[in-house]
């Protein structure tokens, strides 16, 4: 831990760890010093030159970013040559810029736009025609770049020189002709949008987001990626009850301020055509439609009938690893009231580095193997897969369709039509199910609140960004609901209260609180039960 | 934040404004005058009050907010380029605007522009939000419809040639120019 040092800031002190960049310290202070090519994540490049400060001692203004803080520093920053500073490089950035505010992709959160309102000198001194550069280039699978837009602060080519190690942008000519390019090779590693997110400007644009949607629309949402056991934190752009976009939200304890394009892009499958719209119950060999009440009552039927025939043992149950950690728990005590002993939490692998993405494609195994609900190296699978074939599971409580992308198709067909009770919770409807005696819809991580724990047992917080239509019911709701039907207690699924449950119960959350998670997360007691 | 404040000279108060009960005789005696003036020009067979709607129309000022409509230019296509301003500055959010890309160099352009003209109030913020003089404010004001979905205005509906619209746009040019 380095020395604490004190610097005095427009006559006030600030305390910093000496060696920090002056400009992070004014930041953390809280004060908004103007500046474009210095990133908490990335080397210092100096190039923009608009985080010019006056430091007494110094002849000239200096680039506080490049400036580490030392004891006894005096600042300031509200000078007028400061301002006059600021202005001169804005209109220096401005001078060849194209106006293109109308069509920009990052109109609205441009800190060119930003910057240009409040330091700058709202007019332009110059009529000389205005540079030409190309536009709309193609040089990735996902990404778009306007060479006019570009003020060339370089994040995006320290972005891929240090981040991803890939190096595929530079700046190419010199001086005034200066121009971002990517070399030979495309913009296709595999977190090619965050460059789109750290460039101040619309020069880089994502494909997927180009001309869809006016930021200024959007209600911002924080949440934690759903597409692997990272749980790198977001932010859900969502209008009209739809998602726009993903947007990597910082948390240094998980993913700094990145996310990878897959999960970014992965965002569709809330507004998916073929997702459940009601509860289904099979009526005469095939299913229908019928209400949530009907459903539960339906549901809790069957399991009783059955549990009183062959007893729980013979149920088993395959926990999605997409629930929160709250409807998981729900589910657990669920089984325990069903007297169910085997359970599984099939989890999809895939690719993976060293960076973010982590083999294990869902953001809630962690939870399901700290609650109990997967055992074992193969998180149960074997154990219920056994159980099946032997015959001596007849039921089966299934969540999620996670395990038909563990499990070859046939293997999964042919387990299903061996059971003599399938109950289904999921997204949609596979042909695997059509046997399935009752069929709930389930609700996706945009829809509900509650907690994820990802690979290194970070619990962390979601919040609902999706309206799901009135009177559906979320995953933990139901659990609750079949679990007043089954034991008579009366159950409700509030999260705050069932993380307290939970908290009192499993011993990885106890002492936690929903609340008490906030934005960033807090890691659980023991860490991961990573197999 | 304003770019720049026009600070907009206004005469001084009369002095009917600043004692109410003289502006109250005031207008007695415009309602008078206009009463005799009236009876007057009756008398000898001529009328100045009443215009025969509608073989005869009442060709309102420039300064008339009618219903907003978009800006055909000459070769055919829309001048608006979709950047959701006007969606933005509408206060009743009548205007739905779905951006989509073209091949030409303008980028970008509405795939959809509607306007629900049963929710619009003629305030012409939208107009003014516009940066690329794509929405004006029209003399357009025979608007009735027989449905609600009648009320709904689609992009194809809107679009009016430019130099219908010049007078408008003259105007415009008057206030924002100077
Ligand atoms: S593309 Fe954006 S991030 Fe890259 S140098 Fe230009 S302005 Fe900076
Ligand atoms: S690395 Fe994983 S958690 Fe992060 S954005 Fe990609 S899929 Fe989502
Ligand atoms: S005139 Fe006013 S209410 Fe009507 S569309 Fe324009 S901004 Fe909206
Ligand atoms: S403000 Fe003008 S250019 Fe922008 S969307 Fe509206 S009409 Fe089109
Ligand atoms: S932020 Fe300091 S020079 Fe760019």
Redesign the pocket.
Known sequence: MARSVRVTVDGAVLEAPEGTPLLQAMLDAGLDIPHYCYHPKLSIDGSCRLCQVEIEGMPKLQISCYTPVRDGMVVRTQTPEVARTRQGVLELLLLNHPLDCPICDKAGECWLQNYAFRFGSHFARTVEPRRKHGKRLDIGERMLLDQERCILCRRCVRFCREITGTGELAVFKLGDRSLLDIYDQRLDNDYSICTADICPVGALESKDFHHRMRVWFLRETASVCPGCANGCNIMIGERGNRIWRLTPRRNDAVNDTWMCDWGRLNYSFPQAPQRLLSPMVAEGGRLAAVSWEQALERCAAELRRFVARHGGSSVGAVASPHLTNEELFRFGQLLAALGVETSAAPVRRGRFDNLLIKAEKAANAAGARLLGLARGSDDGLKALCDGIERGRLKALYLCGEDLFEVLVPERAQRLLSSLELVIFQGLALLPALSGAAVVFPATTFAEKEGSFTNHAGRVQRIWRALQPAPGWLCDGEIFSRLRSALCGERDTFDPAEVFQEMAAAAAPFSGLTLEQLGTAGVPAANGAAAP | MPVGVIKVARPAPTLAQRRPWLALLVGLWVATRHFFQSAFLFARGRQNFTVHFPEQRFLQPPAM?GM?VLVRMSNGKERCVACGL?EW????S??TIFPAETADGVERYPEVFD?DMS?????????EACPEEAIV?SRQVEIACYSRRGSLWHKEDLLVPRDQLQTRLDYLHRHYDA
């Open positions: 907010r907003p006007c500055a509408c206060p009743t009548c205007i306007i929710r619009c109030m003629f305030c012409g913020l939208c107009e404010m």
